[in-house]
């Protein structure tokens, strides 16, 4: 099932970001410090970058869903969007109606 798996945040600082929203949203920093988790669980992770944009990263649990996803959510009028994709990317970047962009990531990889 589709679902929210974490709001990436571009921030400048991502120490001092980290440190606040940790505290802010009672979240945990983990073994990476720019990702950051419920304490409780259920709850969306926030992803802390100095160079992405901020964006929603949907997660699916293997390659067919994302597949059945990507094309779903363009027949509802997102588009695909041109991307310099690394090798083995798991993440597919899509743009809603609106242009704003999001990925559906495949967690199981």
Do not use: K
Not at 51 to 76: F, I, M, N, Y
């Amino acid at each position: 099932m589709i679902r929210i798996g974490a709001i990436v945040v571009h921030t400048a600082d991502t120490a001092r970001a980290g440190a606040f929203w940790g505290e802010a949203l009672d979240y945990e920093r983990g073994s990476n410090p720019d990702f950051l988790a419920p304490r409780e669980g259920g709850a969306s992770r926030l992803h802390l970058d100095g160079t992405d944009r901020t964006h929603l990263d949907l997660w699916v649990d293997s390659a067919a869903e994302q597949r059945s996803e990507v094309e779903r959510l363009v027949g509802l009028g997102a588009e695909r969007v041109p991307w310099d994709y690394p090798e083995d990317a798991d993440f597919v970047v899509l743009a809603d109606p609106t242009g704003t962009l999001f990925c559906v990531v495949d967690v199981s990889r």
